[in-house]
């Protein structure tokens, strides 16, 4: 039996641009869970069979558009706190890189790339528990892939 190499937690990264030059991009602290979601919307003809009208027909799709969505969960760190506030309150756009990180060329590596805003904040806490946050970032714009340079 062969076993797959796989990547640990730590190597899903999200990573966010501060919009300075040259800019610089930094991992929030705390997310206990990340994810990439990409997301097509699709039309959908129903053309007939022109040998057979009478047949029933088959949709057939189109897609209209594309955007991801990149979504955090775990702990408010206090480090990343001001960051969360500016960001969330002027609803601002920043630029965000999501992927395995130290990952090569050789070995498929690279990150999703593209502009972004927040378009859920939550955070909540019980009694006896640490502050949680949720976090959603929706694209804003296409995506691009970036392979690794080495």
Do not use: H
């Not at 797959?4 to 991009?25: C, H, R, Y």
């Not at 969360?84 to 690279?110: C, D, F, H, I, S």
């Not at 640490?130 to 970032?137: D, E, G, H, Y």
């Amino acid at each position: 039996m062969a076993i797959p190499k796989t990547l640990p937690f730590s190597a899903f990264q999200v990573l966010i641009g501060d919009g300075a030059t040259p800019e610089a991009f930094v991992s929030p602290c705390g997310f206990m869970q990340r994810s990439l979601e990409f997301k097509a919307t699709a039309t959908e003809s129903m053309v007939p069979d022109c040998d057979d009208e009478d047949a029933p027909s088959w949709p057939v799709r189109d897609i209209s558009s594309i955007s991801a969505t990149v979504s955090g969960q775990g702990f408010m760190s206090v480090g990343a706190a001001a960051l969360w506030r500016e960001w969330k309150m002027t609803g601002g756009k920043r630029n965000v890189r999501v992927g395995p990180a130290n990952q090569t060329l050789a070995n498929g590596g690279g990150y999703y790339s593209g502009v972004a805003v927040v378009t859920s904040w939550k955070g909540d806490v019980t009694k006896g528990e640490r502050v949680k946050l949720n976090v959603q970032i929706d694209s804003d714009g296409p995506w691009v892939w970036v392979a690794a340079t080495a």
